[in-house]
């Protein structure tokens, strides 16, 4: 199972992006799918995740800015980020639990993250 995630990039602080990641590989199903990220120096921290069922949770300073959804018959999570930050800028991290096949267990996978910069 691989996680691809794409659409990082440089914008303006105010400007919008939009991530996007495609699980591959073997899968029977996914439950929770989601969006980390880690700037220089931080910790990694949760952006937003959602369930299979479309249940949202979101980090308070990306509250009303950012929109998490996915495509359960594609495999897909997205990220839409609007009205960005200087203090948003980070490596972004698609993760999502997934299950190969139904006698298995779930385990989490990430993405291998996609720079996202915003410039003041």
């Known amino acids: 199972v691989q996680l691809q995630a794409s659409g990082g990039g440089l914008v303006q602080a105010g400007g919008s992006l939009r991530l996007s990641c495609a699980a591959s590989?073997?899968?029977?199903?996914?439950?929770?799918m989601g969006w980390y990220r880690q700037a220089p120096g931080n910790q990694r921290e949760l952006v937003a995740t959602?369930?299979?069922?479309?249940?949202?949770n979101y980090a308070g300073s990306v509250k009303g800015r950012f929109t998490i959804s996915r495509d359960n018959a594609k495999n897909t999570v997205s990220l839409q980020m609007n009205s960005l930050k200087p203090e948003d800028t980070a490596v972004y991290y698609c993760?999502?639990?997934?299950?190969?096949?139904?006698?298995?267990?779930?385990?989490?996978?990430w993405g291998q993250g996609t720079q996202v910069t915003v410039s003041s």
């Open positions: 993760n999502a639990n997934i299950r190969r096949t139904v006698t298995t267990v779930f385990y989490n996978y």
């Open positions: 959602i369930t299979s069922g479309g249940n949202t």
């Open positions: 590989g073997t899968i029977w199903s996914i439950n929770d």
